[in-house]
Every structure is written in structure tokens, then in C-alpha cells.
């Protein structure tokens, strides 16, 4: 999840481009929405030239101009997409973005909490405090007994190097389940 907006400072671009560049490396499929600005056309144009898989949400009108997409699935409205975007991934990254980037992080990390939904992992990309504020509000929250511990909901990280000891885990983790289920 990013920003996808032209008028997005060239940092958070920049920084948002650096994670993806990392991300890409380890042949994730790329599951995103359909906007063909900013940092998510940044993140797309890293994904094809990398050769990921990319898995791509939106309304059919956003859907006709994407033409890097592998995989099209067409939604009526944002609330849909959210919902695609959540049920295609297994890790959902969150870099810098709007509030449409917020909107969506507030909303998997409710579902989260709401089904203990432990086989999503949410990661939070906190570069330069980004998301402080963010953060700081949900600790408040939890203090004050009007949600649980969000920090069991999801990872935050600020380096590119925390992230991929964090992706390293999640790795494991999966393989893990992977090889458990295979056993079964």
C-alpha cells in the first residue's frame, strides 16, 4: 500500500521506491490497486522490471488503463477493493501514502483484531517517523482500554535492514506452515 499521488514529495517517493526495489528482489507476486500515479506507478514499473507477478484491484475504468497488470480484478468501489487486496495477500506492506493508505491500514488492522486473524501479517514501513503520530494515537487507545494490543496486529519497521529481517521472518513462518500442512 502507497501513495498514489503526482504531488507526493520526491522522499517519500524516493523511500517508497528503495522498499520496493527490496521487496521486488524476492519474486513476490505484488497485489495493489489500480492507480497509475505516484508511488504506485513507481511500485508497478519496479515490479515489471524485476519480472514479479503483479495482481492488480480497481474499478473497471482504473482496471482499462492498467497496462502492466498480470492479473485484473475488477471491484464497484473502494470498500471492495480493500477487501480483494486483503483476501489476495499474505503480507501487506504499508509505505508512505494519503489517506487512502491510512484508510486501509485502519481497516485490515480492525479485521485483524476483530477475527485474531494471525496468518496476515500487516507491516508498517515507519521511515523518518512517518506513522509516529499514527502509532502514538492506537498506544492511546490501547492504554485507555478502547482497543487491544495493536502491536500483536502488526510489525512496524524503519530500515530497510529491519525490513527484511522482519520479511526473513514471515518467510520462515509461512514455510513453516507450509511444510506442516504438506505433512497433514
Same mark, same amino acid.
Given at each position: 500500500?502507497?501513495?498514489?499521488?503526482?504531488?507526493?514529495s520526491?522522499?517519500?517517493?524516493?523511500?517508497?521506491?528503495?522498499?520496493?526495489?527490496?521487496?521486488?528482489?524476492?519474486?513476490?507476486?505484488?497485489?495493489?490497486?489500480?492507480?497509475?500515479?505516484?508511488?504506485?506507478?513507481?511500485?508497478?514499473?519496479?515490479?515489471k522490471?524485476?519480472?514479479?507477478?503483479?495482481?492488480v484491484?480497481?474499478?473497471?475504468?482504473? +482496471? @482499462?488503463?492498467?497496462?502492466?497488470?498480470?492479473? *485484473?480484478?475488477? %471491484?464497484?468501489?473502494?470498500?471492495?477493493?480493500? #477487501? &480483494?487486496?486483503?483476501?489476495?495477500?499474505?503480507?501487506?506492506l504499508?509505505?508512505?501514502?494519503?489517506?487512502?493508505?491510512?484508510?486501509e491500514f485502519?481497516?485490515?488492522?480492525?479485521?485483524?483484531?476483530?477475527?485474531?486473524? +494471525? @496468518?496476515?501479517?500487516?507491516?508498517?514501513?515507519? *521511515?523518518?517517523? %512517518?506513522?509516529n503520530?499514527?502509532?502514538?494515537? #492506537? &498506544?492511546?487507545?490501547?492504554?485507555?482500554?478502547?482497543?487491544?494490543?495493536?502491536?500483536?496486529?502488526?510489525?512496524?519497521?524503519?530500515?530497510?535492514?529491519?525490513?527484511?529481517?522482519?520479511?526473513?521472518?514471515?518467510?520462515?513462518?509461512?514455510t513453516?506452515?507450509f511444510?506442516?500442512? *504438506?505433512?497433514?
Amino acid at each position: 500500500m502507497c501513495g498514489s499521488r503526482d504531488t507526493a514529495s520526491l522522499g517519500s517517493r524516493l523511500h517508497n521506491s528503495e522498499v520496493a526495489r527490496e521487496v521486488v528482489k524476492r519474486g513476490y507476486t505484488i497485489v495493489m490497486g489500480a492507480g497509475e500515479t505516484g508511488s504506485m506507478r513507481d511500485v508497478k514499473e519496479i515490479a515489471k522490471e524485476n519480472g514479479n507477478m503483479l495482481l492488480v484491484v480497481g474499478r473497471e475504468e482504473e +482496471l @482499462n488503463r492498467s497496462s502492466c497488470a498480470d492479473i *485484473k480484478i475488477s %471491484v464497484l468501489s473502494t470498500f471492495e477493493r480493500a #477487501l &480483494e487486496l486483503y483476501n489476495n495477500s499474505d503480507t501487506i506492506l504499508f509505505l508512505d501514502g494519503g489517506t487512502g493508505t491510512l484508510s486501509e491500514f485502519i481497516s485490515f488492522l480492525n479485521n485483524k483484531i476483530e477475527l485474531n486473524d +494471525l @496468518n496476515k501479517e500487516l507491516i508498517l514501513y515507519n *521511515k523518518d517517523g %512517518v506513522y509516529n503520530r499514527i502509532i502514538k494515537d #492506537l &498506544e492511546r487507545r490501547y492504554r485507555e482500554g478502547l482497543t487491544g494490543d495493536v502491536h500483536t496486529y502488526f510489525r512496524e519497521v524503519s530500515s530497510i535492514n529491519e525490513l527484511r529481517s522482519c520479511l526473513d521472518e514471515i518467510e520462515h513462518k509461512f514455510t513453516i506452515e507450509f511444510e506442516r500442512r *504438506k505433512v497433514k
